[in-house]
């Protein structure tokens, strides 16, 4: 099931308290605005509604428009000139040179809406705008009347696809990033290239594709996974044209999302040698890789490091001139002033051995490979900057001879975060110990789905705050932002990206976008959030459904036990036993608070599933009521 599908469900979320009235609830948006003033009355709108704008902004408009027609069906005028005295729609960029950047007003009164912005912040009044017009009655929409004044905490608000391990098609690459347009995320880090797949057409080397681009096909499983057969076919895979990712690029900048592509080197590089055996040291002169065999051999314990060399050869000037090559075409496809280099966990075994290498060490002064990474990385940044690039990388490029014209992606969290900043370095933050990789479990249960490891739960990349209090307020200036990282060794479909991403991401967006002290976990997963997964639901978007409670796991000694529970989805049942039985469809529904006694000397075992309307599932909690030794 595609993202696309959010089109004609999402714009349904406007009051999500349901029948409550504004005066008493505040709309569930995701992310919460920094000022939101809720008013009496309601403004209600219909195709009836003129939109009012000036020509400038008759491309945000249409996008506006088209929107509300795919959803509701409203087929709206737009017309120029001064505002009316009809109820109306009045879009307008007068008096947005006094907001911040990205931000935007919108005051809605029982006579007209006002969306004032200009650019972004035009764009993300309209997002915020379509979350609060609720589902039509008789094809008119009832909005509350309110005044939002908002603007966005972090300029950076990214989201990591890596399609590297799994490639994921051009229409679905434009769903994720409707997606993210929908919630106000505005960089798109794209993962192109890694020791799995290379996904870029570069024309200068049209082998990288044509061998790096395919794999058998598997899915990880920590170390169990069958590998690569003799004969078997390298079916798993694909790349993207220029032409596409022209295409993806333009409906990237309609929905005010910039692209920033990462090329991985001098290591995560399997994919590329490949292709050029050459570009690594430990090559047979004038042999080619088999495509999908010795670059797939990460599969058998993830160590691929111990089977084939998957680092480029820093000594080499072949490497140079190659990479010269792709970020030449890499620069001159994608706008964004950044390029992403990846510098991470470079295996450097290989080089170590090498005689040759040593030697070139030896002539250049270098102490250790950990220096030789080093030269590499600044000769690599001067080639970026002669494509007039930026270049960013992960952590381990810092700890070498980094410039003040390297900007760090950071994923190792607080400490590293700190000694980065401190050297003068502008960074990005998307800590996995923080909640913020994706493809980690969403808790400790093995009913989880197969994933890269770790333990992330929603409520972790939420409460996550990027302004360490280490920090001073001039060092807080050189975090960008923050972003949410999806690595897809054990994601191979867009189903399971969905249920990967979902309803983690929005806590990302709320992260990047609303101010720490405006943050409010209670409201967001007791509140916002149930409305926005119900409408998940209804549209066939996959999504981790929570749990009738917040652990999945415990003992609890008790002679007594309260058991009383929410559904976190409106509309979901809870069904629970007693027996230690997978509870399911046909056990007890819950439907009101029940106190269970347990006998003393027992234990009971309390396990419950929550089941949406849809027939989404969650995993089942499991409580122990112990009685024995209390």
Known sequence: MYFRIYTCCLALLGMSAGSSTAQQHTPALIPMPRSVKIDTGYFVFDSNIPIRTAVQEKNAVAYFTDYLFNTWQFRNRVITGAAGQ??????????????????????????????TGSNAGLFYGMQTLLQLIPAPINGAAAIPCLIIEDAPRFGYRGLMLDVSRHFFTVQQIKDLLNLMAYYKLNRFHWHLTDDQGWRLEIKSCPELTQAGAWRVPRIEFSGATLPPQPGEPATDGGFYTQEQVKEIIRYAAERHIEILPEIDAPGHAMAAIAAYPELCVTHNAGTKVNPGSPFAKWFPTGGFEMFEDNSLNPTDERVYQFLDKVFGEVAALFPYPYIHIGGDECYKGFWEKDTSVQRFMKEHHLNDTHELQSYFISRLNKIIQSKHKKLIAWDEVAAGNAKDSITI????????????????????????????????????????????????????????????????????????????????????????????????????????????ADKDYQRFAGTVLPAHLRHFDKAGINYRVPTAFNYTDTTIVTGTFRFEAVPPVPGARIFYTLNNRPPGDYDHPYTEPVTITIPRGKTLTLKTIVITPAGHRSIITRTVLDNKNK
Not at 94 to 106: C, D, N, V
Not at 418 to 435: E, F, R, S, T, Y
Not at 480 to 506: A, F, H
């Open 86 to 115: 009809q109820p109306e729609l009045l879009i307008t960029t007068s008096g947005s040179e006094q907001l911040p950047a990205e931000g935007y007003r919108l005051t809605v009164t029982p006579k007209r809406i006002t969306l």
């Open 409 to 516: 992606m950071n994923r190792f969290g607080e400490k590293d975060a700190i000694a980065q900043i401190k050297k003068g370095l502008n960074i990005v933050l998307a800590p996995g110990n923080n909640g913020l990789y994706f493809d980690y479990a969403q808790s400790t249960s093995d009913q989880e789905p197969s994933s890269h490891g770790g333990n992330a739960p929603v409520w972790k990349a939420y409460q996550y705050n990027p302004e360490y209090p280490a920090l001073s307020a001039t060092e807080r200036t050189h975090i960008m932002g923050v972003e949410g990282c999806v690595w897809t060794e054990n994601i191979q479909d867009v189903s399971k990206l969905q249920y990967m991403l979902l309803p983690r991401m929005l806590a990302l967006a709320e992260t990047g976008w609303s101010a720490q």
